[in-house]
Protein backbone atom coordinates (compact mmCIF):
# COMPACT_ATOMS: atom_id res chain seq x y z
CA UNK A 1 0.00 0.00 0.00
CA UNK A 2 1.63 3.14 -1.30
CA UNK A 3 -0.69 5.78 -0.20
CA UNK A 4 -1.75 6.43 -3.53
CA UNK A 5 -3.48 4.31 -5.35
CA UNK A 6 -4.06 3.84 -8.69
CA UNK A 7 -6.55 1.79 -11.50
CA UNK A 8 -6.33 0.08 -13.94
CA UNK A 9 -2.95 -1.42 -12.79
CA UNK A 10 -2.57 -2.58 -16.78
CA UNK A 11 -4.52 -1.17 -20.09
CA UNK A 12 -4.01 -2.87 -23.66
CA UNK A 13 -5.75 -0.78 -25.90
CA UNK A 14 -6.49 -0.50 -29.85
CA UNK A 15 -5.08 2.79 -31.76
CA UNK A 16 -7.17 5.11 -32.01
CA UNK A 17 -9.36 4.09 -28.79
CA UNK A 18 -9.93 6.54 -25.98
CA UNK A 19 -8.61 5.34 -22.34
CA UNK A 20 -8.69 7.19 -18.91
CA UNK A 21 -6.94 6.19 -15.80
CA UNK A 22 -7.66 6.88 -12.16
CA UNK A 23 -5.21 8.10 -9.31
CA UNK A 24 -6.61 7.97 -5.84
CA UNK A 25 -4.90 9.26 -2.69
CA UNK A 26 -5.74 7.36 0.29
CA UNK A 27 -5.03 10.75 2.58
CA UNK A 28 -5.74 14.21 1.61
CA UNK A 29 -2.79 15.76 -0.64
CA UNK A 30 -3.07 19.29 -1.57
CA UNK A 31 -0.90 18.57 -4.53
CA UNK A 32 -1.41 15.68 -6.97
CA UNK A 33 1.31 15.23 -10.17
CA UNK A 34 0.93 12.65 -13.32
CA UNK A 35 4.27 11.63 -14.67
CA UNK A 36 4.90 9.66 -17.73
CA UNK A 37 7.45 6.49 -17.64
CA UNK A 38 8.96 4.61 -20.21
CA UNK A 39 11.53 1.81 -20.30
CA UNK A 40 15.19 2.82 -18.84
CA UNK A 41 13.78 6.41 -18.57
CA UNK A 42 13.26 8.69 -15.75
CA UNK A 43 9.75 9.88 -15.17
CA UNK A 44 8.84 12.51 -17.54
CA UNK A 45 6.28 15.11 -16.23
CA UNK A 46 3.07 15.66 -17.50
CA UNK A 47 1.13 17.58 -15.06
CA UNK A 48 0.14 18.71 -11.61
CA UNK A 49 -2.92 20.11 -9.40
CA UNK A 50 -3.05 22.38 -6.68
CA UNK A 51 -6.49 21.22 -5.52
CA UNK A 52 -8.77 20.73 -8.25
CA UNK A 53 -6.86 23.42 -10.04
CA UNK A 54 -4.76 22.45 -12.71
CA UNK A 55 -1.66 24.56 -12.41
CA UNK A 56 1.13 23.34 -15.02
CA UNK A 57 0.81 21.11 -18.18
CA UNK A 58 3.57 20.21 -19.94
CA UNK A 59 4.77 21.37 -23.12
CA UNK A 60 5.32 18.32 -24.68
CA UNK A 61 1.84 17.06 -23.71
CA UNK A 62 -0.53 17.05 -27.00
CA UNK A 63 -4.20 18.31 -26.81
CA UNK A 64 -4.82 14.18 -27.31
CA UNK A 65 -4.22 14.29 -23.55
CA UNK A 66 -6.82 15.81 -20.53
CA UNK A 67 -6.68 15.40 -16.97
CA UNK A 68 -8.97 16.66 -13.96
CA UNK A 69 -9.31 16.57 -10.34
CA UNK A 70 -12.84 17.19 -9.45
CA UNK A 71 -12.94 18.44 -6.00
CA UNK A 72 -9.83 18.12 -5.62
CA UNK A 73 -9.42 14.65 -4.31
CA UNK A 74 -9.21 11.88 -7.17
CA UNK A 75 -7.87 12.42 -10.91
CA UNK A 76 -8.14 11.39 -14.28
CA UNK A 77 -6.04 11.14 -17.11
CA UNK A 78 -7.48 10.53 -20.78
CA UNK A 79 -5.83 9.95 -23.87
CA UNK A 80 -8.31 10.41 -26.50
CA UNK A 81 -7.15 8.84 -30.31
CA UNK A 82 -4.09 6.45 -28.61
CA UNK A 83 -0.87 5.90 -30.45
CA UNK A 84 1.69 3.11 -30.10
CA UNK A 85 4.34 6.54 -28.78
CA UNK A 86 1.57 6.39 -26.08
CA UNK A 87 2.80 3.41 -24.80
CA UNK A 88 3.81 3.52 -20.84
CA UNK A 89 3.65 3.17 -17.49
CA UNK A 90 1.42 6.51 -16.03
CA UNK A 91 2.12 7.57 -12.70
CA UNK A 92 0.45 9.26 -10.33
CA UNK A 93 1.89 10.88 -6.90
CA UNK A 94 1.15 12.90 -4.30
CA UNK A 95 3.00 15.27 -1.94
CA UNK A 96 4.79 18.37 -1.81
CA UNK A 97 7.70 19.32 0.43
CA UNK A 98 8.62 16.22 1.81
CA UNK A 99 9.02 14.07 -0.94
CA UNK A 100 6.12 12.60 -3.58
CA UNK A 101 4.39 9.32 -3.02
CA UNK A 102 3.93 7.13 -6.30
CA UNK A 103 1.39 5.31 -6.84
CA UNK A 104 2.13 1.75 -8.47
CA UNK A 105 0.94 2.91 -12.04
CA UNK A 106 -0.77 2.37 -14.85
CA UNK A 107 0.61 -0.03 -17.60
CA UNK A 108 -0.59 1.11 -20.46
CA UNK A 109 0.03 -0.85 -24.59
CA UNK A 110 -1.41 1.02 -27.46
CA UNK A 111 -1.37 -2.32 -30.21
CA UNK B 1 15.99 20.86 -18.32
CA UNK B 2 16.38 17.41 -17.06
CA UNK B 3 19.23 16.58 -14.55
CA UNK B 4 22.10 14.60 -16.15
CA UNK B 5 23.16 11.73 -13.71
CA UNK B 6 26.11 9.59 -13.96
CA UNK B 7 27.63 6.85 -13.59
CA UNK B 8 24.53 5.46 -15.79
CA UNK B 9 24.91 1.97 -14.33
CA UNK B 10 27.39 0.46 -11.47
CA UNK B 11 27.80 -2.75 -10.08
CA UNK B 12 28.76 -3.74 -6.89
CA UNK B 13 29.95 -6.75 -4.44
CA UNK B 14 27.89 -6.56 -1.07
CA UNK B 15 29.65 -4.40 1.54
CA UNK B 16 31.26 -1.60 -1.18
CA UNK B 17 30.05 1.60 -1.27
CA UNK B 18 29.07 3.57 -4.26
CA UNK B 19 28.21 6.99 -5.43
CA UNK B 20 25.43 8.50 -7.98
CA UNK B 21 25.88 11.70 -8.87
CA UNK B 22 22.95 14.46 -10.26
CA UNK B 23 24.15 17.70 -11.81
CA UNK B 24 21.53 20.37 -13.01
CA UNK B 25 22.30 23.21 -15.72
CA UNK B 26 19.76 25.20 -13.51
CA UNK B 27 19.48 27.12 -10.03
CA UNK B 28 17.65 24.47 -8.03
CA UNK B 29 15.90 24.72 -4.58
CA UNK B 30 15.68 21.18 -3.69
CA UNK B 31 17.08 17.94 -4.74
CA UNK B 32 14.99 14.37 -4.16
CA UNK B 33 16.49 10.85 -4.35
CA UNK B 34 14.27 7.95 -5.47
CA UNK B 35 14.85 4.27 -5.87
CA UNK B 36 12.45 2.19 -8.14
CA UNK B 37 12.85 -1.07 -8.47
CA UNK B 38 12.19 -3.80 -11.36
CA UNK B 39 7.91 -3.64 -12.15
CA UNK B 40 7.41 -1.39 -8.94
CA UNK B 41 6.99 2.55 -8.38
CA UNK B 42 9.50 4.86 -7.42
CA UNK B 43 10.50 5.11 -3.75
CA UNK B 44 11.13 8.10 -2.10
CA UNK B 45 14.91 8.35 -0.19
CA UNK B 46 15.44 11.73 1.11
CA UNK B 47 14.64 15.32 0.23
CA UNK B 48 17.92 18.19 -0.03
CA UNK B 49 16.75 21.43 0.49
CA UNK B 50 18.60 24.59 -0.48
CA UNK B 51 20.75 25.86 2.40
CA UNK B 52 20.68 22.45 4.10
CA UNK B 53 21.55 18.92 3.99
CA UNK B 54 19.26 16.12 4.86
CA UNK B 55 20.23 12.34 5.71
CA UNK B 56 17.48 10.18 5.31
CA UNK B 57 19.03 6.76 6.31
CA UNK B 58 21.91 5.51 8.24
CA UNK B 59 24.09 3.95 5.42
CA UNK B 60 22.47 6.23 2.57
CA UNK B 61 22.99 9.98 2.80
CA UNK B 62 23.43 12.66 0.23
CA UNK B 63 24.75 15.96 -0.56
CA UNK B 64 23.78 19.03 -2.13
CA UNK B 65 26.48 21.76 -3.56
CA UNK B 66 24.06 25.05 -4.57
CA UNK B 67 26.53 26.57 -6.04
CA UNK B 68 27.47 23.76 -8.53
CA UNK B 69 23.82 22.41 -9.05
CA UNK B 70 25.22 18.93 -7.91
CA UNK B 71 23.97 16.79 -5.52
CA UNK B 72 25.34 13.02 -4.51
CA UNK B 73 24.08 10.32 -2.99
CA UNK B 74 26.89 8.19 -1.34
CA UNK B 75 25.51 4.50 -0.28
CA UNK B 76 27.80 3.09 1.97
CA UNK B 77 28.33 -1.01 2.92
CA UNK B 78 25.51 -1.72 0.11
CA UNK B 79 23.31 -4.70 0.81
CA UNK B 80 21.49 -6.76 -2.00
CA UNK B 81 18.51 -4.95 -1.10
CA UNK B 82 20.05 -1.73 -2.39
CA UNK B 83 19.60 -2.99 -6.33
CA UNK B 84 17.30 -0.71 -8.34
CA UNK B 85 17.29 2.15 -10.19
CA UNK B 86 18.03 6.08 -8.53
CA UNK B 87 16.22 8.80 -9.63
CA UNK B 88 17.11 12.14 -8.78
CA UNK B 89 14.26 15.18 -8.89
CA UNK B 90 15.24 18.28 -9.06
CA UNK B 91 13.05 21.55 -8.54
CA UNK B 92 13.41 24.52 -9.40
CA UNK B 93 11.50 26.79 -7.36
CA UNK B 94 9.58 26.17 -4.02
CA UNK B 95 6.46 24.45 -4.72
CA UNK B 96 7.26 23.43 -8.56
CA UNK B 97 6.99 19.69 -10.26
CA UNK B 98 10.13 17.67 -9.88
CA UNK B 99 12.02 16.72 -13.02
CA UNK B 100 13.94 13.74 -12.73
CA UNK B 101 16.97 12.60 -14.39
CA UNK B 102 17.36 9.32 -16.73
CA UNK B 103 18.46 7.28 -13.52
CA UNK B 104 21.61 5.38 -12.50
CA UNK B 105 21.28 1.11 -11.97
CA UNK B 106 22.73 -0.28 -9.43
CA UNK B 107 23.14 -3.97 -8.84
CA UNK B 108 24.64 -5.20 -5.77
CA UNK B 109 25.96 -8.81 -6.16
CA UNK B 110 27.02 -11.53 -3.31
Known amino acids: DTGVSQDPRHKITKRGQNVTFRCDPISEHNRLYWYRQTLGQGPEFLTYFQNEAQLEKSRLLSDRFSAERPKGSFSTLEIQRTEQGDSAMYLC?????????FGSGTRLTVV | QQPVQSPQAVILREGEDAVINCSSSKALYSVHWYRQKHGEAPVFLMI?????EQKGHDKISASFNEKKQQSSLYLTASQLSYSGTYFC???????????FGGGTRLMVKP
Open chain 2, 48 to 52: LLKGG
Open chain 1, 93 to 101: AAGVRYGYT
Open chain 2, 89 to 99: GTEGNAGNMLT
